[in-house]
């Protein structure tokens, strides 16, 4: 076991490590079995998107429950459209969405962001309250993240995850985005953190889409 863990990425060393700890025996009702075979989420029936929307999805990992336990929200990981032609683009940072891009920021195609391999779930945000040019500039921003590494850490140290990502290349716009942090305190995991519910709940967003599972 040791030597398994010798071997384990300091992420999900530290993931594992504080499923014990918070969860103890309930990590079990969590932690996902292999997706039984689902067919892939329609996408013919969306609306159509925009540059500067916010994909959100409920993910199927270990990883993603606990995200979604700690923050008592319906999703796990949250990503932006950067393009819509030939078909919408979503960048996003991930550990572990493409084995040959782990644990970094990169783009997926949406049917890719929503693969049920990924997604039990998935919605559609848009945030009016960012202009379309503020939109451009902010997709503009973060495509020049791609490849940059997945850091989970608190707010007060060098980070960059999924949301945090996404309010970097927000603040990098004329608007004012005060997402709401959250305080844990848990063994190997404290200090205060940047959940997708920040963005699922702030003002002046419209639900264009929602998917069955969380209507």
């Known amino acids: 076991m040791l030597h398994v863990l010798m071997h384990m990425d300091k ?3 530290r993931i594992v490590l504080l499923l014990a700890a918070v ?3 309930s990590a079990a009702l969590y932690i996902t079995q292999a997706p ?4 892939a989420w329609p996408t013919t029936n969306l609306p159509e998107l925009a540059v500067g929307d916010w994909v959100f999805r409920s993910g199927t990992s270990t990883e993603s429950h606990l995200i979604q336990t700690l923050s008592n929200s319906d999703f796990s990981h949250i990503g932006m459209v950067v393009s819509v032609q030939p078909q919408p683009l979503i960048v ?11 644990n970094q920021v990169l783009s997926s195609t949406l049917s890719e962001f929503i693969d049920p391999q990924l ?7 848009r945030p009016n309250f960012v202009t379309e040019q503020e939109k451009l500039q902010a997709a503009t921003h973060i495509l020049n993240q791609l490849q940059l590494p997945f ?3 608190e707010r007060d140290t060098e980070h ?5 990502l996404l309010a970097d290349a927000l603040d990098n716009t004329t608007i004012s985005f005060q997402p709401e942090w959250q305080h844990i305190n848990a063994p190997l995991l404290s200090g205060e953190y940047l959940f997708p519910s920040a963005f699922a709940d702030y003002p002046g967003i419209d639900w264009v889409y929602r998917s069955a599972d969380i209507q």
Do not use: E, N, Q
């Open 11 to 13: 992420y999900r060393l």
């Open 23 to 25: 969860l103890g025996l």
């Open 36 to 39: 039984a075979a689902r067919p």
């Open 92 to 102: 996003h940072a991930s550990t572990d969405d493409d084995p040959l891009r782990a």
């Open 119 to 125: 997604a039990r779930s998935f919605a559609i945000a």
């Open 151 to 153: 850091v989970l850490a």
């Open 160 to 164: 960059l995850y999924c949301t945090t």
